[in-house]
Antibody, heavy 125, light 107 residues
């Protein structure tokens, strides 16, 4: 089971980046997914979530209207398009799998159980 | 939105000590709370979910408890490999907010 992020880098304020996450070792389409970030020396901040078939999407208030999460189940991939980037978006961005179980004809969420190694985004002029 | 406040922000303890970290929710919630461990330079690891259920492979010296607004992570006998920052996270409702973290160091 593995998640590998890519696409991070140095970008000027106001610029854009698209992060990608390649999933392997599990049936990607069976899991909802997330982006979680960690600014240098700071704690964890949930950024966005997407359901298994992209029907439900959620964003943190700090990125709503600027970031767009998406997924391609055929390519086992998760994406985060980041526009209008600010200095405070500087962070390591983790691709994270939801820990789900299935019973009673529905999925139950239990936290986040698989984390990628992260990709670093630096917003600076 | 539910805000999560952890205490203490950091602590120093000796090998074998019992360590307790508290996570307080800004609103009463069900037991939809997880704890994560992040060792220096590593990615976070899920330790406990549903407030008290140990994730597979996690040593039994870790335990979780609590309800309502107050939740606790306990390490019954601190080991050198437990040096890390610990985060709680609520998934009861709204954004899946994390606490600010509690750093555990060896004395």
């Amino acid at each position: 089971v593995q998640l590998v992020e890519s696409g991070g880098g140095l970008v000027e304020p106001g610029g854009s980046l698209r992060l990608s996450c390649a999933a392997s070792g599990f049936t990607f389409s069976n899991y909802s997914m997330n982006w979680v970030r960690q600014a240098p020396g700071k704690g964890l901040e949930w950024v966005s979530s997407i359901s298994r078939s992209s029907g439900f999407i959620y964003y943190a208030a700090s990125v709503t209207g600027r970031f767009t999460i998406s997924r391609d189940n055929a390519r086992n991939s998760l994406y985060l398009l980041m526009n209008s980037l600010r200095a405070e978006d500087t962070a390591v961005y983790y691709c994270v799998r939801d820990f789900l179980s299935y019973s009673g004809n529905k999925y139950h969420y239990h936290g986040m159980d698989v984390w990628g190694q992260g990709t670093t985004v630096t917003v600076s002029s | 939105d539910i805000q999560m406040t952890q205490s203490p922000s950091s602590l120093s303890a000796s090998v074998g000590d019992r360590v307790t970290i508290t996570c307080r929710a800004s609103l009463p919630m069900s037991n939809y709370l997880a704890w994560y461990q992040q060792k220096p330079g590593k990615v976070p690891r899920l330790l406990i979910y549903e407030a008290s259920t140990l994730q597979s492979g996690v040593p039994s010296r870790f335990s979780g408890s609590g309800s309502g607004t107050d939740f606790t992570l306990t390490i019954s006998s601190l080991q050198p490999e437990d040096v890390a920052t610990y985060y709680c996270q609520q998934y009861n409702s709204g954004p899946r907010t994390f606490g600010q973290g509690s750093k555990v160091e060896l004395k």
